[in-house]
T-cell receptor
Framework: DAGVTQSPTHLIKTRGQQVTLRCSPK?????VSWYQQALGQGPQFIFQ???????QRGNFPDRFSGHQFPNYSSELNVNALLLGDSALYLC????????????FGQGTRLTVV | GEDVEQSLFLSVREGDSSVINCTYT??????LYWYKQEPGAGLQLLTY?????DMKQDQRLTVLLNKKDKHLSLRIADTQTGDSAIYFC??????????????FGKGTHLIIQP
């Protein structure tokens, strides 16, 4: 079992560009959540996907959007990148309807210059 | 709003016990979690406790929950150099999904002295 995998591991983008990050959940999991972890901070919840729909959303602007595919994998898209979007983006997977622990991937380090 | 507070640093001698503390504000929290993050890595779930429990023990780890004071602690017995990491406390309300918009603290850096 590969666990939760994220790609790419590192990414450098220019301010104003758009970026897409990818996540494959742990085998058997059907729910994917995304978190943003700025340097020196704890992770902050962006949104959660289940059955290809956004189910919950944290306090993030509409520039942050996502998608979940039929195979449960997910993408996080960020438009009009700002310097402040530089962070580690973490994906977590779990089962829906069972309040259990979330398994996190290693993250994608995004640097906006 | 929801808030989770942790002290930023804790320094202990190798072999001693480490106690990392956390306070939270959301009384509707159902689960409280401890995650470990090593440099350059993602988050590793260490343990969690259901809000109707007072204590949970798992090998070297002991979690204590004082629901009245909204205080959570993680005790690591016989602390080793491999325990050096950032420890995050997190809370999560029950709404059906396992990840459920967890609210994290800023993390406690555990420093091990030889």
């Amino acid at each position: 079992d590969a666990g939760v995998t994220q790609s790419p591991t590192h990414l450098i983008k220019t301010r104003g560009q758009q970026v897409t990050l990818r996540c494959s959940p742990k085998s058997g999991h059907d729910t994917v959540s995304w978190y943003q972890q700025a340097l020196g901070q704890g992770p902050q919840f962006i949104f959660q996907y289940y059955e290809e729909e956004e189910r919950q959303r944290g306090n993030f602007p509409d520039r942050f959007s996502g998608h979940q595919f039929p195979n449960y994998s997910s993408e996080l898209n960020v438009n009009a990148l700002l310097l402040g979007d530089s962070a580690l983006y973490l994906c977590a997977s779990s089962w829906w309807g069972v309040n259990t622990e979330a398994f996190f991937g290693q993250g994608t380090r995004l640097t906006v210059v | 709003g929801e808030d989770v507070e942790q002290s930023l640093f804790l320094s202990v001698r190798e072999g001693d016990s480490s106690v990392i503390n956390c306070t939270y504000t959301d009384s509707s929290s159902t689960y409280l979690y401890w995650y470990k993050q090593e440099p350059g890595a993602g988050l590793q779930l260490l343990t969690y406790i259901f809000s109707n429990m007072d204590m949970k023990q798992d090998q070297r780890l002991t979690v204590l929950l004082n629901k009245k004071d909204k205080h959570l602690s993680l005790r690591i017995a016989d602390t080793q150099t491999g325990d050096s990491a950032i420890y995050f406390c997190a809370e999560g309300p029950y709404s059906g999904g396992g990840a459920d918009g967890l609210t994290f603290g800023k993390g406690t850096h555990l420093i091990i002295q030889p």
